[in-house]
């Protein structure tokens, strides 16, 4: 538990990354009994997803479109007459993603 300038309360949470950088998360509680509980469940969510998703609340628009472009955006793979995996208007999508991305410069998501 650790409490801001500001008299608020929050559960502190700190843990390693998989490249040994160290984190701190901060979640804010509205009483002292609820720290331990608000803690476990982010050591939980760290041991289940990963450190990504506890950073998660930090990235901007830019960071998510360019992940998405990298999983789902690409040219559709067809396997004997069925597409697998992919896009068949991809560059369609993909403008979609640049124009959205430069409308929403540097604003952060939740995910």
Avoid: C, W
Avoid at 10 to 23: I, L, N, P, T
Avoid at 67 to 73: G, L, P
Avoid at 82 to 111: D, P, W
């Amino acid at each position: 538990m650790s409490a801001s300038g500001s008299g608020h309360l929050y559960a502190r949470f700190q843990y390693f990354d998989e490249k040994g950088k160290s984190y701190e998360k901060l979640k804010p509680i509205t009483d002292k009994r609820n720290a331990r509980k608000e803690v476990e469940k982010m050591r939980l969510e760290l041991e289940t997803h990963g450190s990504e998703t506890l950073q998660s609340d930090k990235v901007i628009f830019n960071q998510l479109a360019e992940k998405y472009k990298e999983a789902k955006v690409f040219l559709a793979l067809i396997r004997d007459g069925i597409m697998v995996s992919g896009l068949k208007s991809h560059k369609t999508i993909e403008t979609y993603v640049k124009f959205t991305s430069a409308f929403l410069v540097k604003r952060n998501f939740a995910l």
